[in-house]
């Protein structure tokens, strides 16, 4: 009996070291387009301009100053990670790309074990075999989903990458630690389960939602049915769980105030009210995402239109009353289809912060890395549960064809990533009306040496300023000033970096650009002060993002 038992056992590992091995061959094929890809947007100031992450040396103080100083200092884990590849590569993009799709892989490995594991508890009774095949398939879908270039490729977004691995991992650890009948061996997976939660949340703030996740598993799936829910031992953990959540805030965001969060708003072009508004249509077009992600949908920077009110635009009130309908839909799912019902909770808790009342910018692709992991686990079981079982074959080739799809979307993807041009370019197309788009593009063909092309595309920007206000700024300006000084039209350089500093006096490239427009000029007094007061600022500012 007992050999029979370790033969199964053995031949139930091998099911899983060799689908996950697969996953790991498909993923590292699918994204080796992706190695070249150069530093694009928040990367300049995270990683490629942070003097403190450029470890030239490993000792206590570089590793203090890659990993605490600067806007991000809370996230410091990942910080640390940047400095590392600094220090073993310089600002060589092949090896940030491979910690990067090692991360993701790692936590693909991860979400694999996580479904297994909640797939074959008892209040989901699936067969070990079933419960492997959904989880593999559930852990491709995911890992290969084209959405997912925005947590991997896109270099800084490592921190919405490794925050998930951790979060996950201490999920699965807590979960094991439940299950195990050793005292031993039960609180060793708890410490490991706790020191992966606080990995997580050092990698990204998110994280803090984490107790009340582990809670609402605990009573989904742990709960031992035949005890009543309002006992003191479960208001002791709900307490507990809340109690965490507001102090990790505290810790974290502690300066958080109504005072803090309207101030954050006066920076932004919506108020508190409409991006609370404009969220709910966001969620929506989350999940459209999901399920039909084509690479002609995907964008690094969405130029989206804000909510004002529920019907201005109208859909506003549909996408409100859906969000709703969500909650609700959750409580009835409980009882009947408790996975689909904990897959849609999952969803929502995890868009939670990054998705309600913080002035953040409104949409980003890469929230939606952790949020989709397990709603695309409770889609998966759903449907083998409804399927015809004759028709298993179907359904699995059904299912690899739609995993090929993705792949040939995530590779096509990558492509855009492969060159700023191209992801900026990918940006002007599907969001004309951003400047941010026309900012950055410019910049990539300056940096390019494709002046001409830099030139005339400020140009036509400069002819927008009726259709959005805010493309009149210092950065189109002065890179507009910089390809024309590159092609020799000196005057009008001139002009262009005389207007940076007029808009901003404190705008250290304009000053010193022109200083360098002036000496062209001959007129090497003012030539000198520009260029000294640039690298002036320039230091100043250096200083304040250390």
């Not at 805030?249 to 932004?268: C, E, F, K, P, T």
């Not at 109208?314 to 909650?327: D, K, Q, R, W």
């Not at 998966?380 to 359904?395: E, S």
């Not at 320039?538 to 304040?544: E, G, L, N, R, T």
């Amino acid at each position: 009996m007992n050999k029979s038992a370790d033969k199964l056992q053995a031949s139930s590992l091998l099911i899983h070291i060799s689908g996950l091995l697969v996953l790991t061959l498909v993923l590292s094929l699918i994204y080796s387009n992706s190695f070249q890809g150069p530093f694009v947007f928040d990367d300049s100031f995270n990683i490629v301009n942070k003097v403190s992450m450029q470890m030239n040396h490993l000792s206590l103080r570089s590793i203090q100053r890659a990993a605490f100083e600067g806007a991000n200092h809370r996230r410091w884990l990942p910080n640390l990670s940047f400095g590392i590849n600094y220090y073993l590569g310089g600002h060589n993009v092949w090896g940030y790309h491979l910690v990067n799709l090692v991360i993701h892989i790692m936590t693909a490995m991860v979400l694999y074990g996580f479904c297994f594991t909640t797939l074959t508890l008892p209040k989901l009774d699936f067969c070990n075999r079933r419960a492997a095949e959904i989880s593999l398939i559930t852990a491709f879908l995911w890992a290969v989903h084209p959405v997912q270039t925005n947590a991997v490729t896109y270099i800084v977004q490592r921190m919405t990458s490794m925050a998930s691995l951790f979060y996950l991992a201490c999920l699965l650890l807590y979960i094991k630690g439940r299950l195990h009948k050793k005292p031993l061996q039960k609180y060793l997976l708890w410490v490991s389960s706790f020191i992966c939660g606080l990995l997580a949340l050092v990698s990204k703030e998110n994280s803090a939602v984490l107790p009340l996740i582990i809670l609402a598993y605990e009573f989904y799936f742990l709960k031992d049915r035949h005890r009543r829910i309002l006992t003191r031992r479960n208001l002791l953990w709900l307490g507990m769980s809340l109690l965490s959540v507001v102090i990790i805030g505290w810790i974290y965001i502690g300066h958080v105030s109504l005072g803090w969060l309207l101030n954050g708003y006066a920076h932004r072009d919506f108020t508190l009210t409409e991006r609370l508004l404009t969220e709910s249509r966001i969620v929506f077009h989350y999940l459209t995402l999901l399920i039909l992600p084509l690479p002609s949908r995907l964008n690094l920077a969405y130029d989206y239109d804000i909510s004002h009110s529920l019907f201005a635009p109208p859909i506003t009130l549909a996408a409100t009353l859906g969000i709703i309908l969500s909650v609700a839909l959750t409580v009835y799912l409980f009882k009947n289809h408790r996975l689909l019902s904990f897959g849609l909770f999952w969803f929502l808790a995890n868009l939670v912060i990054e998705s309600t009342f913080i002035p953040l910018e409104l949409i980003f692709e890469h929230r939606l890395y952790l949020p989709s992991t397990i709603l695309i686990l409770a889609v998966v079981a759903a449907t083998y549960k409804l399927w015809d079982v004759r028709r298993t074959n179907l359904l699995r080739l059904l299912l690899t064809a739609c995993l090929v799809t993705l792949c040939f979307f995530t590779w096509q993807r990558n492509e855009v990533w492969s060159s700023e041009i191209g992801v900026w370019r990918d940006v002007v197309l599907k969001s004309p009306d951003l400047a941010r788009g026309y900012i950055q593009l410019g910049r990539a063909y300056v940096k390019n040496e494709r002046f001409q092309e830099a030139f005339d595309l400020f140009e036509s920007v400069a002819d927008k300023k009726y259709e959005a206000p805010d493309f009149d700024t210092t950065g189109i300006y002065n890179h507009w000033g910089m390809a024309a000084f590159q092609l020799g039209k000196i005057d009008r350089a001139v002009e262009l970096f005389e207007h940076v500093v007029q808009l901003d006096r404190t705008h250290w490239e304009g000053h010193y650009n022109l200083g360098l427009a002036y000496g062209s000029q001959g007129k090497m007094a003012e030539a000198r002060r520009e260029m000294a007061l640039g690298m002036q600022l320039q230091q100043i500012k250096k200083a304040a993002i250390q």
